[in-house]
Nanobody, 124 residues
């Protein structure tokens, strides 16, 4: 069964850090780019970060560049998002996604599998 399960969301204050994790079944994790997206109330889902299978190619959205880090553990089929210096505008539901291939890109349509999402709320 194809599965992506996120964890680690919560309520934090501005300036705090939070780490999100995503556990994936092996058949959708292997040889694929893994990414994180987020969706705030009333807004479209937006790209946050993505990492290649080897971990050597990483891409971040401009609003999180320098504050967020994405990394994966291929032995454990997990991908994580370390979020530092959180801001109220980072408040959203965060989704883990597996891409159709190993091309690091931000387009929503290129991701074939999605988790159920985890809520991150940053208070000011």
């Amino acid at each position: 069964q194809v599965q992506l399960v996120e964890s680690g969301g919560g309520l934090v204050q501005a300036g705090d850090s939070l780490r999100l994790s995503c556990a994936a079944s092996g058949d959708i994790f292997s040889r694929r780019v893994m990414g994180w997206f987020r969706q705030a109330p009333g807004k479209e889902r937006e790209f946050v970060a993505a990492v290649s299978w080897s971990g050597t190619t990483i891409r971040y959205a401009e609003p999180v560049q320098g504050r967020f880090s994405i990394f994966r553990d291929n032995a454990k089929n997990t991908v994580s998002l370390q979020m530092n210096s959180l801001k109220p505008e980072d408040t959203a539901v965060y989704y883990c996604a597996a891409r159709r291939n190993n091309v690091v890109d931000s387009d929503y349509a290129g991701y074939a599998y999605w988790g159920q999402g985890t809520q991150v709320t940053v208070s000011s």
